[in-house]
């Protein structure tokens, strides 16, 4: 979707599909808004279906219009006092499915704006934009783009043009995380993530590439024992966006595992291949840094990935083994398929010592046990901060991208104490699995440093159709990462 415009007034000569928005309320709307597009009585299609205007209660008939047939969506954006950014931005990727022309001109009509989302145009076109991506890289046959233009009426027409200006870029984000996470292992290697962040540069990110060589000298011993039963290099990327000399940034850290079989506490067979998504957090940190930078948002933001293979080779590290980590710190290996936590361990590490940053979000497909606990509507969001929690909470619920804190009681501790080193990379037994996980990263993020820990293995990839996601990759987290960077870590763009 190339063209969006908003105005107050529509141009109907060359439209194939007239989207009708209202809330519950608004039946009268929706009539009169289709009476002034045709001139006449409303038939009985038209009346029944303006007649039932529930949250995402869509109703799609042709009828002809000036000699063309044109395709008439009624959306219900159901109560008023529910609505907000994250229902509008849903109910525009509903309203993507019922627009079935191939390459559609569309008109967006609604009733919805109001104070506090006079923006409501702008959230229906990003919803509808998020809904359209789609990754045929490998298909023969090329599925071209759904919507060719879209005009969007609006009393609102800066608002919304600025919005949506905004909206776009997140969007371009979430799409390049999306587009990382598909691809398959033999493609997305950590040689192509590096690639991938280096690209950032263009944007006026600074990029800083260490490799093998780079982390031994660091005594990055967590991360580099992960990697090397691979044949491929492994890595620590840096990359910084700076807009304001005098503030401290906020640092963004994500694991890149570009495939995780499991070392040799393998993997079962079965679904081994969903493992190539075991990079999605060094994605999201990328994916945010370029919203950031295309947005020109006036902030100071550093992420930090760490990139590896987890596979089996004679030289894999054992289970058994010990590390001595970046921070001095010793861990026994307990099961090397826990390895999300040892990269981790190191990066979380280096980032506090090196940028000294405001705070840390880490983004992490670290654990089975999320799904277990929350299924795939909620990330898990631990952290040593009530304050960091309520406002990734806020920003979670402003753009519908679920999280639920779990705690980070002293109690855990003793599971990850091990018998021979400081700490171990399992806890005891089956129980608890994401919270102990998270206890041991909380080790090696050291005492007044702000930290969350955010766990996606749920999130990031589903094998259902979403609102604003198809099957496959979700981009979760960049959206969030917007909002939470620009509400508390950024300077508005007015000052």
Request: with cysteine; hydrophobic share 40%.
């Amino acid at each position: 979707m190339k063209n969006v415009t908003f105005s107050e007034t529509l141009k109907l000569d060359l439209v194939d599909s007239i989207i009708v928005v209202a809330y519950e309320d608004g039946r009268g709307f929706a009539e009169d808004k289709l009476r002034e597009v045709f001139d006449k009585v409303l038939p009985k299609r038209m009346q029944e279906a303006t007649k039932d205007l529930g949250y995402a209660k869509i109703e799609s008939f042709d009828i002809s219009l000036s000699g063309r047939v044109v395709e008439i969506v009624v959306a219900g954006a159901g109560r008023k006092d529910m609505a907000s950014r994250a229902s509008m931005e849903k109910l525009g990727g509903y309203i993507f499915n019922h627009i079935r022309s191939k390459d559609a001109h569309v008109c967006l009509m609604n009733s919805v704006e109001m104070v506090g989302i006079e923006a409501a145009s702008a959230y229906l076109a990003s919803g509808i934009l998020l809904k359209s991506w789609i990754f045929d890289k490998y298909k023969t046959a090329k599925k071209p783009p759904k919507i060719k233009s879209m005009e969007c009426q609006t009393s609102y027409t800066e608002i919304n043009r600025n919005a949506f200006e905004d909206l776009s870029k997140v969007a371009e984000g979430v799409f390049a995380v999306r587009s990382m996470v598909t691809e398959p292992a033999n493609v997305m290697t950590p040689e192509q993530i590096v690639e991938e962040a280096v690209k950032l540069k263009k944007l006026g990110v600074k990029v800083t590439v260490l490799d093998a060589k780079d982390l031994a000298k660091l005594e990055m011993n967590a991360l580099l024992a992960v990697a090397q039963g691979s044949d491929r290099n492994s890595y620590v990327v840096a990359m910084e966006y700076k807009a304001e000399k005098d503030m401290p940034p906020v640092a963004l850290v994500g694991k890149g595992i570009t495939f995780d079989a499991g070392g040799l506490s393998l993997k079962p067979s079965k679904d081994m291949w969903r493992m190539k998504m075991d990079m999605t957090g060094a994605a999201v940190v990328i994916g945010t840094l370029k919203t950031l930078a295309l947005k020109k948002s006036r902030t100071n933001v550093v992420g930090v990935i760490g990139i590896a293979e987890n596979v089996i080779s004679g030289r894999a590290q054992r289970p058994g083994d010990v590390v001595v980590s970046m921070s001095k710190k010793t861990i026994e290996v307990d099961n090397t398929d826990a390895e999300g936590r040892l990269i981790l361990a190191d990066v979380l590490w280096y980032t506090k010592e090196r940028f000294s940053p405001q705070a840390i979000v880490d983004f992490a497909t670290l654990t089975g046990a999320i799904q277990i606990a929350l299924g795939h509507e909620y990330a898990g969001l631990f952290s040593n901060s009530d304050e960091l929690s309520s406002q990734l909470m806020a920003s979670s619920e402003y753009v519908g991208e679920k999280l639920w804190r779990l705690p980070l009681h002293p109690s855990y501790a003793s599971d990850i104490k091990s018998d021979i080193a400081d700490v171990k990379n399992t806890g005891c037994g089956r129980g608890a699995g994401s919270i102990t996980a998270a206890m041991f990263l909380k080790e090696f993020v050291g005492e007044g440093t702000k930290w969350a820990h955010l766990d996606i293995a749920a999130t990031e990839w589903d094998d259902k159709v979403r609102a604003l996601s198809g099957k496959g990759a979700t981009g979760f987290g960049v959206r969030l990462m917007d909002d939470f960077i620009e509400k508390h870590y950024s300077r508005s763009k007015g000052d």
